[in-house]
């Protein structure tokens, strides 16, 4: 069964610094597409970046950039320039895909990101 | 705003009644996703509909069921609810297939059981 781990359950950042958060995920699968989403005191579940298994390159969407290492099964996300409004709760996943079909999004237990003025 | 809407925001009910959540997906959507977080379990994937048919199933329980519509939208149907079922319920959508595999969030339902 696959799995996603999130180590850090709580992390803290200054204001327009960069933090970094871990996301290792287990899976003897070969298609498959990773993805943070940010949930934010609203509980409102939004995605925040994806990158596809089969990419090297890994994705940038403005602030928000990942460290993609498929050998190591590691999947951070480093935000650049935090700012207060990046404050929530970010949540890893994970979700396979074969035959044209995709599965269910497997999350991990999410780190509470807060940000310091 | 995802484009996915839920219904009822909130709800407060008591032990061992029955109630039903609401899901429309994005216009044009064929996949549904029904999720619970609750602080204990976490995000957990419950079932999913594929237009109209069930296509996958999670850690549901057999209290609860839930079924896809003609139109699209989506009810998950809790009964006999204990105190444990109290939880944030989300429905997600995607298009499906490899073209459409990001799932889109609604706002959840927040259940409470007394």
């Known amino acids: 069964a696959q799995t996603v781990t999130q180590s850090q359950p709580e992390m803290s950042v200054q204001e327009a610094e960069t933090v970094t958060l871990s996301c290792t995920y287990d899976?003897?699968?070969?298609?498959?597409?990773l993805f943070w989403y940010k949930q934010p005191p609203s509980r409102q579940m939004i995605l925040v970046i994806r990158?596809?298994?089969?990419?090297?390159q890994n994705a940038t969407e403005n602030r928000f950039s990942v460290n993609f290492q498929k050998a190591a099964k590691s999947f951070s996300l480093k935000i650049s320039d935090s700012q207060l409004g990046d404050a929530a709760m970010y949540f890893c996943?994970?979700?396979?895909?074969?035959?044209?079909?995709?599965?269910?999004?497997?999350f991990g237990k999410g780190t509470k990101l807060s940000v310091k003025p | 705003d995802s484009g996915v809407t839920q219904t009822p925001k909130h709800l407060i009910t008591a032990t061992g009644q029955r109630v039903t959540l609401r899901c429309s997906p994005r216009?044009?959507?064929?996949?549904v996703y029904w999720y619970q977080q609750s602080l204990d379990q976490g995000l957990q994937f419950l079932i999913q509909?594929?237009?109209?048919?069930?296509?996958a199933k999670g850690n549901i329980l057999e209290r609860f069921s839930a079924q896809q519509f003609p139109d699209l939208h989506s009810e998950l149907n809790l009964s006999s609810l204990e105190l444990g079922d109290s939880a944030l319920y989300f429905c997600?959508?995607?298009?499906?297939?490899?073209?459409?595999?990001?799932?889109?969030f609604g706002p959840g339902t927040r259940l409470t059981v007394l």
């Open positions: 996943a994970y979700i396979r895909t074969y035959g044209g079909s995709q599965g269910n999004l497997i």
């Open positions: 997600a959508s995607s298009v499906g297939g490899l073209a459409g595999y990001v799932q889109f």
């Open positions: 990158q596809e298994a089969y990419k090297q």
């Open positions: 899976t003897s699968e070969s298609d498959y597409y």
């Open positions: 216009s044009g959507d064929l996949s």
């Open positions: 509909y594929y237009n109209g048919e069930e296509r």
